[in-house]
């Protein structure tokens, strides 16, 4: 039996290798991203941060700058530093990360992508919120909605909207998704959307990337026709929270990190199957309290706390 001087010591290493195992198992992962300056930066920081939390093991950073255009110097660092998978953050990074396809497995993340954009060899999380969740905090804020209502440009959002149509189904609720061709044909909808809509069972919702909405022009008269009427907008811009629309989910950075880190280990994995590209689950809830008030809706402790970024600002 070991006495009890050692077994102290033999725990350590025990532990000690333990952990180096554990380490050795683990990928090494290469974050490349573009040299931006702040808030940005941070944003990129935080993503590395939650990526190291689930790796267990820091990642090397890669900065490019403007004049980065071909990736043969990077694939040679990357080689040279014996990484075992990239993950690239950013439009500049996806850009970077076609060049990689091939050398390395490649993981693309912090910036709004469609599958068609991605090349094949290629996964990753876009920032376009999740449908699922955005109709999960529908029904929890406005659990009396029945039927959501969109309208949006086919060549930008078809993929999200054919998910979308799946989670409301799911969840019992009426997905009207119209298709529009040009902006005059999207306000015609938009303002028959107004005049059909009569109480808060019928809910808007707003896709983060729409070009068949005009943000100058209808985005101010839909949120007055909404307030006049108490029918609940809801959109993947957060930006629309701030202007009156009752709520959006918006990036939770660190948590979008380890979920990026979860899809590197994948791509390490002997026959593992390449993930489609996904849409972004790792989200925070902003909400527009004045909207809120203004339509009649109360919410627990528990819901509040669960709140973000409220608007407008305290």
Not at 192 to 219: G, H, T, V, Y
Request: glycine content about 6%; charged content about 20%.
């Amino acid at each position: 039996m070991l006495d009890r001087v050692m077994l102290p010591i033999w725990l350590a290493l025990v532990l000690a290798c333990s952990f180096t195992n554990a380490l050795a198992q683990t990928p090494a992962v290469g974050i490349v991203y573009p040299e931006v300056r702040e808030p940005y930066r941070s944003v990129f920081l935080e993503i590395a941060r939650g990526m190291e939390q689930e790796l267990g093991r820091p990642v090397a950073h890669y900065l490019l700058s403007e004049r980065d255009t071909s990736p043969d110097r990077l694939i040679a660092d990357l080689k040279n530093d014996r990484i075992d998978v990239v993950v690239t953050l950013g439009r500049a990074g996806l850009a970077m990360a076609k060049g990689l396809v091939g050398v390395l497995p490649v993981v693309i993340g912090a910036t709004i992508v469609r599958p068609e954009e991605a090349p094949q060899g290629l996964t990753g999380i876009s920032l376009t919120p999740a449908p699922e969740a955005m109709f999960d905090q529908l029904k929890k804020l406005v659990p009396n909605v029945k039927k959501i209502t969109v309208i949006y440009d086919p060549r930008q959002t078809a993929w999200e909207i054919g998910q979308a149509e799946r989670a409301a189904q799911e969840r019992g609720l009426v997905l009207q998704a119209q298709p529009t061709a040009s902006l005059r044909d999207a306000s015609d909808s938009f303002r028959q959307i107004m005049i059909d809509i009569k109480d808060n069972s019928i809910a808007l919702w707003l896709p983060r990337e729409n070009a068949a909405l005009d943000e100058q022009a209808l985005f101010p008269e839909v949120l007055r026709e909404a307030w006049e009427k108490n029918f609940v907008v809801f959109s993947s811009n957060l930006d629309h929270v701030r202007k009156g629309a009752l709520f959006s989910l918006y990036p939770d950075n660190f948590g979008m990190g380890r979920s990026l880190a979860n899809l590197a280990m994948q791509q390490m994995q002997p026959g593992g199957k390449l993930e489609p590209i996904k849409l972004l689950r790792d989200l925070l809830v902003a909400v527009n309290l004045r909207t809120a008030e203004h339509l009649g809706l109360q919410f627990s402790n528990q819901t509040r706390r669960e709140f973000a970024m409220v608007f407008p600002s305290p």
